[in-house]
């Protein structure tokens, strides 16, 4: 009944076999492309894919780890209705991030609100369509570093800028953005 009998047996990297069952009712996390493409665990039996993110999968790398995924049964593809799809768009619109959501984002979203799943994301846009629609949104990279993804704009030229500071085009402090 000790904390740390937990935690030996999870350190000891031992892949349960049986481990499914406690993971019953746990929800689906729907990932985007750049999950793929960084190199952070994540933890979880249950994931799902749209197609369009699999068709994403170009380099060897990103691929090699999908593919990984479904084969050992944790990661399934699965594509939304186009009525969900459009619900999407419609949130887009209302949150302001159409035209900003790609396609597969819009996927992504889709199938997240179809299964209840939760959508995992860095991207900004998509994370924020997704949330207009009631649903979770856990980041890619925040395990790793709980620093977050910030944005600055530089309140002169309004140029997008990745650090706070002076804007190298016209002088102006360049300030943190939402
Ligand atoms: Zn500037």
Same mark, same amino acid.
């Given at each position: ?78 594509? &939304?209705?186009?009525?969900?799809? *459009? ?6 619109? #209302?949150?302001? @991030?159409?035209?900003? $959501?790609? =396609? ?40 790793? &570093?709980?620093?977050?993804?910030? *944005? ?6 309004? #140029?997008?800028? @990745?650090?706070?500071? $002076?804007? =190298? ?10």
């Amino acid at each position: 009944m000790s904390e740390s009998d937990e935690k030996g047996r999870s350190a000891g990297g031992d892949s349960a076999a049986g481990a499914a069952d406690e993971h019953a009712d746990e929800q689906v996390k729907v990932l985007d492309s750049s999950f793929f493409f960084l190199d952070i665990p994540i933890a979880g039996t249950k994931f799902a894919v749209p197609p369009s993110v699999v068709a994403e999968m170009k380099d060897l790398r990103s691929k090699s780890k999908l593919d990984a995924m479904l084969g050992d049964g944790r990661l399934f593809v699965s594509e &939304a209705s186009p009525a969900t799809r *459009k619900r999407v768009i419609a949130a887009s619109k #209302k949150s302001g @991030d159409y035209g900003v $959501i790609s =396609d597969t984002d819009c996927d992504v979203v889709a199938l997240a609100l179809e299964m209840g799943g939760i959508v995992v994301t860095d991207d900004f846009a998509l994370s924020n369509t997704a949330q207009t629609l009631g649903l979770t949104v856990i980041p890619v990279q925040m395990r790793k &570093a709980k620093k977050r993804q910030w *944005k600055y704009r530089c309140t002169g030229c309004l #140029k997008l800028c @990745d650090a706070p500071g $002076i804007c =190298d085009v016209c002088g102006s402090e360049i300030i943190r953005i939402k």
